[in-house]
């Protein structure tokens, strides 16, 4: 299974939200990670076929996906990232009710209910009105519609917006299990999220996409360039006018900043293992600083 | 498409604004209806019910000169008197009725020999002939029940039927934008098609519901309040379709009544739901489709705008096609190349063609429809 994206573009008025992305997907999961506006949401809906790019192409094996129509979004599962629901549907009949939008049999979606409730551990929740849930609890009635149909292609926006840590762990290794056979795409600011799981990160800035690369080769760009400098507290802001820091660790003698560098910033200074959050400061520098 | 159709259903009837409009306005209705003299005058008709003969109509002149006459005399009329002149009077419209069509049949022959054939003046006059020629109207009975049902249709029928699928409908897209819902519909595989589809006959569904109820209170208030009786009345005694050439009696007008108002309503319901599809706010979707529904009445009544020949294309919007009045009221044909046809099968293919336009712009729509 491949999902081509060839040369899309997408304007809204004047502003130009994608310009003229153009990328391969597999089996596996694929991480977008960018800024607010730079396009991972547009990009996003229009794989989710609820928006259509202004030009260029979505081809799922050769085919384009507005051929394919019902064929391609009988395939999908997506979770938008403001997720919208009826506040008077119990979490049941909600699912039920995207079940049958769905296309899935009665029976057969009762049985797949019951067994994605227990998956997000929400079973005992059936009977609850949706509008009287947690955000956590309502963004997982969200990735349990999701994956109501057994989708081929999963499209998840900010999926881990609003969940506890121990929720979100539970999120990823459930994606993971899913994606062996599954072309997996998943928009995150939370770069924790995609650490372990990602085949590949694309990354967007202002609609443009600018990298697309296994994790490890993303952070081979960033070798030589993260470093551990130990601070006094007066230091600090100096530190921080003059370099991009990444993390501040409070040590018994001092505090140790974590430092993005072309090069080696002070002769007291370590080299450091580059992370994705490393990796995310040294493309969204200034909106990480935000 | 069964159990989406169910959900649809359910979005629809679970909206408490359709029960308390329902019932604040036949409330209201009820208040205004019982207002109004509302008695069972039946049995000052019993003695002259069925087929009007000549000797009828003589022997009626002369029992109501011998009322005039007797009841001259006193101080002031009684009751009893006032209502046997009423059955007196009506007996005297129903022969000035039958005598007013007789002439018709009888001078239109003569009007045809000077009329060119295969002209549309030719035809009109050789169809309103043929019409004439089929209208009975010399029965009497007691008809207050069915006219008063046929009435009802007209202001408060109309009125219900719209004010309810304004409510019940119009937020039936735009709500889904609101709620951020459209974005599990538009990425599903049914929510562009089967999903439209089930919304389309859960609205239908729901428009029928809203006039079978309307009618059922209709109806048993009538019965009740009159008596069941007077349905094979002609349809010529109902003060406004005097000059109709339809030989329907009250009942058979009735369901014609029903079908056509339906008619209007289903045409009505599918262009709020198109209305509802483009708007993005529940608000603006009622605001655009109560500004359809009131077109009409805002042309004519509110700004008086004069519309001379043009003035006859109001006949043909959904609310003049649910009010029926204007399309059964008196002989109106268009002029299809030569052919004349009758103004209700003008308003049936109108509103045919209306829905069928509305419905695929519907689909259209959806499969274009994006999330904002």
């Known amino acids: 299974?491949?999902?081509?994206?060839?040369?899309?573009?997408?304007?809204?008025?004047?502003?130009?939200?994608?310009?003229?992305?153009?990328?391969?997907?597999?089996?596996?999961?694929?991480?977008?990670?960018?800024?607010?506006?730079?396009?991972?949401?547009?990009?996003?809906?229009?794989?989710?076929?609820?928006?259509?790019?202004?030009?260029?192409?979505?081809?799922?094996?050769?085919?384009?996906?507005?051929?394919?129509?019902?064929?391609?979004?009988?395939?999908?599962?997506?979770?938008?990232?403001?997720?919208g629901y009826y506040k008077n549907f119990t979490v049941e009949k909600f699912l039920m009710y995207i079940a049958a939008l769905k296309g899935i049999e009665m029976p057969k979606a009762k049985a797949k209910v019951d067994e994605l409730l227990q998956a997000v551990s929400l079973q005992d929740e059936k009977r609850t009105k949706v509008g009287k849930l947690s955000g956590g609890m309502k963004q997982r009635?969200?990735?349990?519609?999701?994956?109501?149909?057994?989708?081929?292609?999963?499209?998840?926006?900010?999926?881990?917006?609003?969940?506890?840590?121990?929720e979100r762990i539970r999120f990823r290794n459930l994606l993971s299990t899913i994606a062996a056979d599954r072309i997996v795409?998943?928009?995150?600011?939370?770069?924790?999220?995609?650490?372990?799981?990602?085949?590949?990160?694309?990354?967007?800035?202002?609609?443009?996409?600018?990298?697309?690369?296994?994790?490890?080769?993303?952070?081979?760009?960033?070798?030589?360039?993260?470093?551990?400098?130990?601070?006094?507290?007066?230091?600090?802001?100096?530190?921080?006018?003059?370099?991009?820091?990444?993390?501040?660790?409070?040590?018994?003698?001092?505090?140790?900043?974590?430092?993005?560098?072309?090069?080696?910033?002070?002769?007291?200074a370590a080299e450091a293992i580059p992370n994705l959050e490393d990796l995310y400061l040294h493309y969204f520098d200034e909106e990480a600083a935000k | 498409m069964k159990s989406l159709l169910k959900f649809e259903l359910y979005k629809i009837f679970r909206q408490k604004s359709i029960y308390a409009v329902y019932v604040l306005l036949l409330a209201l209705i009820m208040i205004s209806l019982n207002a109004q003299q509302a008695v069972n005058n039946s049995a000052y008709y019993k003695d002259w019910e069925g087929t009007l003969t000549a000797e009828k109509y003589s022997q009626a002149e002369a029992a109501y000169s011998e009322l005039m006459k007797a009841e001259n005399e006193k101080a002031s009329w009684s009751n009893e008197a006032r209502m046997q002149a009423a059955v007196f009077e009506t007996i005297d419209t129903v022969?000035?009725?039958?005598?007013?069509?007789?002439?018709?049949?009888?001078?239109?022959?003569?009007?045809?020999?000077?009329?060119?054939?295969?002209?549309?003046?030719?035809?009109?006059?050789?169809?309103?002939?043929?019409?004439?020629?089929?209208?009975?109207?010399?029965?009497?009975?007691?008809?207050?029940?069915?006219?008063?049902?046929?009435?009802?249709?007209?202001?408060?029928?109309?009125?219900?039927?719209?004010?309810?699928?304004?409510?019940?409908?119009?937020?039936?897209?735009?709500?889904?934008?609101?709620?951020?819902?459209?974005?599990?519909?538009?990425?599903?595989?049914?929510g562009r098609r089967i999903g439209v589809r089930a919304k389309i006959a859960a609205a239908l569904i729901y428009t029928s519901f809203v006039i079978v109820v309307w009618q059922l209170f209709n109806f048993v208030h009538r019965i009740v309040v009159y008596g069941n009786g007077g349905w094979q009345?002609?349809?010529?005694?109902?003060?406004?379709?005097?000059?109709?050439?339809?030989?329907?009696?009250?009942?058979?007008?009735?369901?014609?009544?029903?079908?056509?108002?339906?008619?209007?309503?289903?045409?009505?319901?599918?262009?709020?739901?198109?209305?509802?599809?483009?708007?993005?706010?529940?608000m603006m979707s009622i605001v655009l489709s109560g500004a359809v529904y009131a077109f009409p009445i805002a042309i004519?009544?509110?700004?008086?705008?004069?519309?001379g020949k043009y003035e006859d294309i109001l006949d043909f919007t959904y609310t003049n096609v649910m009010r029926i009045t204007s399309l059964f009221a008196e002989f109106k044909v268009i002029n299809l190349f030569g052919l004349p046809v009758l103004y209700p099968y003008v308003a049936i293919v109108v509103m045919a063609v209306l829905s069928i336009a509305a419905t695929m712009l519907l689909f259209y729509t959806m499969k274009r429809r994006e999330v904002a």
């Open chain 1, 185 to 268: 795409l998943l928009s995150t600011h939370i770069v924790s999220d995609i650490e372990y799981i990602a085949k590949e990160l694309l990354i967007l800035k202002r609609g443009a996409l600018i990298k697309k690369a296994e994790p490890q080769l993303l952070l081979e760009d960033l070798k030589d360039k993260v470093w551990t400098v130990l601070a006094s507290p007066n230091e600090i802001a100096a530190w921080q006018a003059s370099y991009k820091v990444s993390s501040m660790l409070v040590r018994e003698n001092g505090t140790e900043l974590r430092i993005l560098s072309e090069s080696k910033p002070a002769p007291h």
């Open chain 2, 233 to 282: 009345t002609p349809l010529q005694q109902i003060f406004q379709y005097r000059a109709a050439p339809y030989d329907y009696d009250l009942l058979t007008f009735i369901f014609v009544q029903l079908g056509m108002h339906a008619l209007g309503a289903f045409g009505f319901a599918l262009i709020v739901l198109l209305i509802s599809a483009w708007c993005r706010h529940t």
């Open chain 1, 1 to 83: 299974m491949k999902l081509s994206i060839e040369r899309v573009s997408k304007e809204y008025g004047a502003k130009r939200a994608l310009d003229n992305i153009s990328c391969e997907l597999t089996e596996g999961v694929y991480a977008f990670l960018g800024a607010n506006g730079s396009g991972k949401t547009t990009l996003m809906r229009i794989l989710a076929s609820v928006a259509r790019p202004s030009s260029g192409r979505v081809l799922l094996d050769g085919v384009d996906i507005e051929v394919l129509d019902e064929r391609y979004r009988d395939m999908l599962g997506y979770l938008p990232q403001h997720m």
């Open chain 1, 141 to 166: 009635v969200g990735i349990a519609q999701a994956l109501l149909n057994d989708p081929k292609i999963i499209i998840v926006d900010e999926p881990t917006a609003g969940l506890d840590p121990k």
């Open chain 2, 95 to 190: 022969r000035r009725l039958d005598e007013t069509n007789k002439y018709s049949v009888e001078f239109l022959p003569g009007y045809l020999t000077q009329l060119e054939k295969k002209t549309f003046e030719y035809r009109k006059n050789a169809l309103v002939l043929r019409m004439l020629e089929n209208v009975e109207v010399n029965k009497l009975y007691y008809h207050k029940a069915p006219a008063e049902m046929i009435d009802f249709v007209n202001i408060f029928g109309t009125m219900l039927s719209g004010a309810l699928i304004l409510i019940g409908l119009a937020p039936i897209f735009s709500n889904e934008y609101m709620s951020g819902m459209d974005q599990f519909q538009l990425s599903s595989r049914h």
């Open chain 2, 300 to 307: 004519t009544v509110f700004f008086k705008i004069e519309l």
